[in-house]
């Protein structure tokens, strides 16, 4: 199995950009999957989480409101909308996956939830 996360780039601030998150080999529909972000000598980062059917969806206190994630279960795809990008938003983009369903919101913040990580896509934002 492998993430492969896509759709970084280099923008101004205030514009926007959808990242894709694409899953190959033997998915067979991950339950849980995650957006986290890295920024150079900062800790690991939530940003969203979403599960298997769409209808729950979790975001980090810092882009609620500016991110979208949304997943094509077809596709095995999923991808995070983000609008009026800033330029604490600048970092390495990684997405995750589980095969486990979680009950508590906690269990889609952290990172020991998901077993498979993808290579980030580097965001850079410039003021």
């Known amino acids: 199995v492998q993430l492969q996360a896509s759709g970084g780039g280099l923008l101004q601030a205030g514009g926007s950009l959808r990242l894709s998150c694409a899953a190959s080999?033997?998915?067979?529909?991950?339950?849980?999957v995650a957006w986290f972000r890295q920024a150079p000598g900062k800790d690991r980062e939530f940003v969203a989480a979403?599960?298997?059917?769409?209808?729950?969806?979790f975001y980090g206190d810092s882009v609620r409101g500016r991110f979208t994630i949304s997943r094509d279960n077809e596709k095995n795809a999923v991808y995070l909308q983000m609008n009026n990008l800033q330029p604490e938003d600048t970092a390495a983009y990684s997405c995750?996956?589980?095969?486990?369903?979680?009950?508590?919101?906690?269990?889609?913040?952290?990172?020991?939830?998901?077993?498979?990580w993808g290579q980030g896509t580097l965001v850079t934002v410039s003021s």
């Open positions: 995750a996956a589980s095969w486990q369903t979680y009950a508590s919101a906690r269990a889609h913040y952290t990172a020991r939830s998901y077993h498979y």
């Open positions: 979403i599960n298997f059917s769409a209808e729950r969806t």
């Open positions: 080999g033997r998915t067979n529909g991950f339950r849980t």
